[in-house]
């Protein structure tokens, strides 16, 4: 087997554990009114973090900004994240989770977490896997 052909089966695998991940949050995401998209979005409103700018999110969904401003149309029309004035910027605009916001996105947590594969590796398992994701992570500046 080649370097290239053992990459090639890597990068399958990962692709299959995200659709299966993703196979395992579709009931609450339907629950909850949710596409992909704004999934996404919600899962990357950390509620321990200060609240991300419009364009933070954008940088972090790797998309442009108007997607964002409609992503936050339609998570502020299921009363799931607010926008305000940032504090260092009135003129920009943060993206703050809701009460019912945090709710739903503990629930996606919940359910990726518990529905991915990887939750049926051992604890050190998935350490040993969170290393090597780490450092070729790091080694591509992706982190």
């Given at each position: 087997m080649t370097d290239e052909s053992l990459t090639y089966r890597l990068l399958r695998l990962v692709h299959a554990m995200d659709d299966a991940t993703n196979d395992g949050i579709r009931d609450v995401m339907a629950e909850l009114g949710l596409t992909h998209a704004l999934a996404d979005a919600l899962w990357q409103l950390d509620p321990d973090a200060q609240p991300p700018t419009m364009r933070e999110m954008a940088t972090r969904l790797r998309c442009d900004p108007s997607t964002v401003t409609f992503l936050a149309d339609r998570l502020e029309q299921l009363s799931f994240v607010s926008?305000?004035?940032?504090?260092?910027?009135?003129?920009?605009?943060?993206?703050?989770?809701?009460?019912?916001?945090?709710?739903?996105?503990?629930?996606?947590?919940?359910?990726a977490t518990t529905g991915?594969?990887?939750?049926?590796?051992?604890?050190?398992?998935?350490?040993?896997?969170?290393?090597?994701?780490?450092?070729?992570?790091?080694?591509?500046?992706?982190?």
């Amino acid at each position: 087997m080649t370097d290239e052909s053992l990459t090639y089966r890597l990068l399958r695998l990962v692709h299959a554990m995200d659709d299966a991940t993703n196979d395992g949050i579709r009931d609450v995401m339907a629950e909850l009114g949710l596409t992909h998209a704004l999934a996404d979005a919600l899962w990357q409103l950390d509620p321990d973090a200060q609240p991300p700018t419009m364009r933070e999110m954008a940088t972090r969904l790797r998309c442009d900004p108007s997607t964002v401003t409609f992503l936050a149309d339609r998570l502020e029309q299921l009363s799931f994240v607010s926008r305000a004035p940032a504090p260092h910027d009135r003129r920009t605009k943060v993206l703050a989770l809701t009460a019912a916001g945090r709710n739903a996105r503990q629930r996606l947590v919940k359910a990726a977490t518990t529905g991915t594969p990887i939750a049926a590796l051992t604890r050190a398992e998935q350490l040993t896997l969170h290393d090597l994701l780490t450092k070729a992570m790091t080694a591509a500046g992706a982190t």
